[in-house]
């Protein structure tokens, strides 16, 4: 079974600094796309970072410059860090991985339970 968990979410003061990790299970996250959601209450789910099938990283306008995404192969686990936090990345955030063509968009075929992010001013 495909298994996705997200940890490392909580609270933050604004500029502060947080790293998210999605570990994986039953697929390797090496050849496959893994991306980076959130979703605000009453906002639609929205793109943050992803790693194409071909290992190309991806990053929302918002978060460019400030979020970094990463893998350690080794341990089959994908890393969001996030950096200069605002109160508008209050979220809660989701990691998603699959084959998929676009991968910026929400049509991963498998998902995480995802992780509060919270971000204070």
């Known amino acids: 079974q495909v298994q996705l968990v997200e940890a490392g979410g909580g609270l933050v003061q604004s500029g502060g600094s947080l790293t998210l990790s999605c570990a994986a299970s039953?697929?390797?996250?090496?050849?496959?796309?893994t991306g980076w959601f959130r979703q605000a209450p009453g906002k639609e789910r929205e793109f943050v970072a992803a790693?194409?099938?071909?290992?190309?990283?991806f990053y929302a306008a918002s978060v460019k410059g400030r979020f970094t995404i990463s893998r350690d192969n080794a341990k089959n686990t994908v890393y969001l860090q996030m950096n200069s936090l605002k109160p508008e990345d209050t979220a809660i955030y989701y990691c998603?991985?699959?084959?998929?063509?676009?991968?910026?968009?929400?049509?991963?075929?498998?998902w995480g339970q995802g992780t509060q992010v919270t971000v204070s001013s």
């Open positions: 790693f194409s099938v071909s290992g190309i990283r």
């Open positions: 039953g697929h390797t996250v090496s050849t496959v796309a």
């Open positions: 998603a991985a699959g084959i998929v063509g676009d991968p910026s968009r929400s049509e991963y075929p498998y």
